[in-house]
C-alpha cells in the first residue's frame, strides 16, 4: 500500500511540475506575442540601450551558432539577459512563435548597426587638445518651432569655433537629402546599404558641392561642425555652440520613418575614430 502511495506521489509530484512547466511556456508565448505586438517593442527598438561591451559579446557570439548579432542584441533588449544560453533560450522562443516579427526586426538592427565603420568626427592628429563630448540626450525637451523631443545625439565641440571640426561619413551610403533646414541649418542624409538613414546636421559647410545619388564612402569627408540652423533665413548661425547633430532613422515596417536614439551607436563607435590632419 505504502509503495503504491509512493508512485502515486511521484506520479503527482510530475504532473505539477509539468503543468508549472508548461504554464510559464504559455505565459513567456502570451508575453512574446504581446511584446512584438506591442507599442513596447517600438520603444525598445529606438531606445537601443545595449553597452558597446555587450554589443562585442554579441558579435563573438554569433560565430559559433545559428543566431546572428543582431539576433542577440534583440534578446537582450527584451530580456536584458547577458549570458549566451539565456538569449538563446529566448531566441528558440522567438522563432518558434513569431518567426516573421523577428526577422523583420533583426532587419531593422542590420540597417542600424550593419554598415557603421567610423565615428563621425575624427581625432586631431596635431593638437590633442580638440576633443568632441556627448551625451544621452534621447528626446530632452526642445521647443524651437514648438515643443518636441530631440531625436539624436549632440556631439560638442572642446572649441566653440565654426568651421573648425571634420565630420565624415559613419557608413557607406548615397545622398539622399543635402542643403538648408530650418531646424537642422546645413545637413546631410546618408542612406547606407542595409537602409539606415544617417543624419549630420548643423554643418557650418560642406567638403563639396554634394547632389542627391552621389555615392558616399565610409570615412569620406562630409564638411564642417558648425553652429547652422534654428531660422527661417538660410544661412542662420550663432544660436547655440558649435556641435553636430547625429541623427539615426529607419523604415518602421509600414512606409514610416522610425528616430533611433544613437547615443548607444556612437558609444560603441568611439574607439573606431580616424585621424585628420587638422590643428
Avoid at 542643403?179 to 559647410?205: E, M, N, Q, T, V
Wanted: hydrophobic residues 35%.
Amino acid at each position: 500500500m505504502k509503495k503504491q502511495v509512493c508512485i502515486w506521489l511521484l506520479i503527482l509530484t510530475a504532473m505539477v511540475c509539468l503543468i508549472t512547466v508548461l504554464t510559464g511556456h504559455i505565459r513567456q508565448i502570451a508575453k512574446i506575442t504581446h511584446l512584438l505586438a506591442g507599442e513596447d517593442t517600438r520603444e525598445l527598438l529606438r531606445q537601443q540601450q545595449v553597452p558597446s561591451e555587450q554589443f562585442e559579446d554579441f558579435c563573438a557570439f554569433e560565430k559559433d551558432t545559428n543566431y546572428t548579432r543582431y539576433d542577440y542584441l534583440l534578446s537582450y533588449l527584451f530580456t536584458e539577459k547577458q549570458e549566451k544560453s539565456q538569449l538563446e533560450d529566448y531566441l528558440n522562443l522567438l522563432y518558434e512563435y513569431q518567426p516573421e516579427r523577428i526577422r523583420a526586426l533583426e532587419q531593422a538592427e542590420q540597417a542600424i548597426w550593419e554598415d557603421l565603420r567610423y565615428f563621425p568626427v575624427p581625432l586631431s592628429a596635431r593638437d590633442s587638445s580638440l576633443t568632441t563630448s556627448f551625451e544621452n540626450s534621447w528626446m530632452f525637451d526642445r521647443n524651437f518651432g514648438g515643443n518636441r523631443g530631440h531625436e539624436g545625439t549632440d556631439i560638442m565641440a572642446s572649441l566653440n569655433l565654426r568651421g573648425h571640426y571634420p565630420v565624415i561619413s559613419m557608413t557607406d551610403g548615397v545622398v539622399e537629402k543635402i542643403g538648408w533646414l530650418k531646424l537642422g541649418g546645413y545637413r546631410i542624409g546618408i542612406r547606407s546599404p542595409h537602409g539606415g538613414y544617417f543624419y549630420y546636421a548643423h554643418l557650418h559647410d560642406y567638403a563639396r558641392d554634394f547632389q542627391e545619388g552621389d555615392e558616399i564612402k565610409a570615412g569620406e569627408l562630409l564638411g564642417f561642425m558648425g553652429d547652422s540652423g534654428y531660422g527661417e533665413e538660410e544661412g542662420t548661425v550663432g544660436k547655440f555652440a558649435v556641435h553636430l547633430h547625429m541623427g539615426i532613422y529607419i523604415d518602421d515596417g509600414t512606409g514610416k520613418e522610425l528616430s533611433i536614439n544613437p547615443y548607444w551607436v556612437l558609444k560603441w563607435l568611439e574607439d573606431k575614430r580616424l585621424n585628420y590632419q587638422f590643428s
